[in-house]
């Protein structure tokens, strides 16, 4: 597996959007890999907050994001995004990427590599 970078965090208040990037070492196609967005909260475990499938560009999302985010690639730029919006102070964490196998309506997983993450803080 590669390890992807991410990057796009900060600092916004509830209410607010963020877009979230992921991206691979040079010469590595994104478009290859079914790739997940998860999360870590302080003091929580990892969770999955959405997944787009290789090939088909299906994607998944947790109820917690459900209708707030959207996933999606651009191949141009050999990124997948993450769009956040109407953020709540529940979402600060740290973001995380990685290429994934994808399981349709369980999510994603068997990630075995993880980047540094991009904190993401939400509040007033």
């Known amino acids: 597996q590669v390890q992807l970078v991410e990057s796009g965090g900060g600092l916004v208040q509830p209410g607010g959007s963020l877009r979230l990037s992921c991206r691979a070492p040079?010469?590595?196609?994104?478009?290859?890999?079914?790739i997940g967005w998860f999360r870590q909260a302080p003091g929580k475990e990892r969770e999955g907050v959405s997944c787009?499938?290789?090939?088909?560009?299906?994607?998944w999302y947790a109820d917690a994001v459900k209708g707030r985010s959207t996933i999606f690639r651009d191949n141009d730029e050999n990124t997948v995004f993450l769009q956040l919006n109407s953020l709540k102070s529940e979402d600060t964490g740290v973001y995380y990427c990685?290429?994934?196998?994808?399981?349709?309506?369980?999510?994603?997983?068997?990630?075995?590599?993880w980047g540094r993450g991009t904190q993401v803080t939400v509040s007033s």
């Open positions: 990685a290429q994934v196998a994808f399981w349709g309506v369980y999510g994603c997983g068997d990630v075995q590599k």
């Open positions: 040079s010469g590595i196609r994104m478009d290859y890999y079914s």
């Open positions: 787009i499938k290789i090939n088909d560009e299906t994607t």
